[in-house]
């Protein structure tokens, strides 16, 4: 059984060994993406493997931090206790200029007033010591 003090803590990333280089990136400011030096594929989330073509030969690149929205959702009631301060808040899926997707949330601004293809650029939020969140704001 989750205590009520537990049930106010929002979960933290746990980095591992393919993670742990995207999250160093995000304190420092950047949004680290994996590229692929055979088939040239850029992904996010970090792997130990491209999921292209499967060669583990991969090296992390700053990405330009912009996007376009590419879908969203704007959440009105709260996933538990620990996100009851936020509604409502817009998830959003996030079309990088480098190719992948990513999901994230909306800052700086209303949760009505994303749309679709609208122009967003990364905010590296610091949530504590060791954890800094990717976000986005609009353009």
Known sequence: MISAEDAMKKPVPAPDADSAALWRGLRDG???LQHCGD?????YYQQGMCR?????NL???VASGRGRVHS????????????KADVPYAVLLVDLEEGPR???TYVGGKPEDV???MDVMLV???IDDRTTLPRFRRA
Not at 39 to 43: G, L, Y
């Open 115 to 117: 749309a679709f293809d």
């Open 52 to 56: 292209q073509c499967s060669s583990e």
């Open 72 to 83: 969203f959702s704007v959440v009105h009631r709260a996933p538990g206790p620990a996100f």
């Open 59 to 61: 090296s992390h690149k």
């Open 124 to 126: 590296c939020e610091q």
């Open 39 to 43: 088939c040239h594929h850029v992904q």
């Open 102 to 104: 990513m999901i994230s």
């Open 30 to 32: 950047v949004l680290l």
